[in-house]
C-alpha cells in the first residue's frame, strides 16, 4: 500500500516562529501537493510539486513556501507563522494526472 | 461558477435507507472522477474511481454524466458506519486536482 508520512499529527507553535511540516511518500510518486482543510471552507491547495525541484503555487500560497529536493519528500514551511495560519495541514501525491491522490493523516497546527 | 460542487447537506438518513449526492463540475476536460470519503479529522480516503460512465462496488453507485457534467454517489442501505464527509473530484484537463467542499452524511439509528 502506497504511505504517506507526516511527521507530526499536532502542533502547536507561537506566533513569528518558522515552522515546517514534513511529508514523506514510498511510492515513487511524481506529484505531490500541500493543502489546507478549514471547516466550511473545503481544501485549499497552498503549493504543488510535479516532479524533483519543482514547485507551483496553488491558491493560497501566501505565508508560505515549500521545498522538494528530493523525490520522496515535500516540505511546508511558514516562514512566520500567524494566528490565521491555525489549521489542518493535508499532504498528498499521486502518480501523474488523472490519477487519484493518496493522503497523509494530516497535521493540526495551532498557533498561539 | 465554481469549479465543483456540491450540496454541503447534511444529509440525515435512518439506516438502511437509499441515499443518493450529486457532483457538478465545470471543466469539460477532466477524465477521471473520483469519490473520497473523509471521516471526522481524519483525511481523505479514495472510495470510488469512475473513468468512463460508471462504476459500482458493493453498496455504492457512482454515475457519471459527462453532458450535464455531473457525477452521482449512490449509497444503498445506509449503515451507521457511512456518516461521514463525501468529497467529488474530477480530475485531468488542468493538472490541478479539484475537489468540492464536500456532503456531510449522517446516519442515525
Known amino acids: 500500500d502506497v504511505k504517506v508520512t507526516q511527521s507530526s499529527r499536532y502542533l502547536v507553535k507561537r506566533t513569528g516562529e518558522k515552522v515546517f511540516l514534513e511529508c514523506v511518500q514510498d511510492m515513487d510518486h511524481e506529484n505531490m501537493f500541500w493543502y489546507r482543510q478549514d471547516p466550511g471552507l473545503g481544501l485549499r491547495l497552498i503549493y504543488f510539486?510535479?516532479?524533483?525541484?519543482?514547485?507551483e503555487k496553488g491558491d493560497i500560497p501566501e505565508g508560505y513556501s515549500v521545498s522538494r529536493e528530493k523525490k520522496e519528500r515535500f516540505s511546508l514551511i511558514l516562514e512566520s507563522a500567524s494566528t490565521n495560519q491555525t489549521s489542518m495541514y493535508l499532504c498528498?501525491?499521486?502518480?501523474?494526472?488523472?490519477?487519484?491522490?493518496?493522503f497523509g493523516s494530516g497535521t493540526q497546527l495551532s498557533v498561539l | 461558477r465554481k469549479e465543483v460542487e456540491q450540496d454541503p447537506g447534511p444529509f440525515n438518513v435512518p439506516e438502511g435507507a437509499t441515499v443518493a449526492f450529486n457532483c457538478t463540475y465545470s471543466n469539460s476536460a477532466s477524465q477521471s472522477f473520483f469519490w473520497y470519503r473523509q471521516d471526522c479529522r481524519k483525511e481523505p480516503k479514495l472510495l470510488m474511481s469512475v473513468y468512463s460512465s460508471g462504476n459500482e462496488d458493493g453498496r455504492f453507485t457512482a454515475q457519471l454524466n459527462r453532458a450535464s457534467q455531473y457525477i452521482s454517489l449512490l449509497i444503498r442501505d445506509s449503515k451507521l458506519s457511512d456518516s461521514a464527509t463525501y468529497l467529488c473530484?474530477?480530475?485531468?484537463?488542468?493538472?490541478?486536482?479539484?475537489f468540492g467542499r464536500g456532503t456531510s452524511l449522517i446516519v442515525h439509528p
Open positions: 473530484s474530477p480530475a485531468g484537463g488542468s493538472y490541478i486536482p479539484t
Open positions: 510539486s510535479y516532479d524533483v525541484k519543482m514547485k
Open positions: 498528498a501525491s499521486r502518480t501523474g494526472d488523472n490519477e487519484k491522490l493518496f
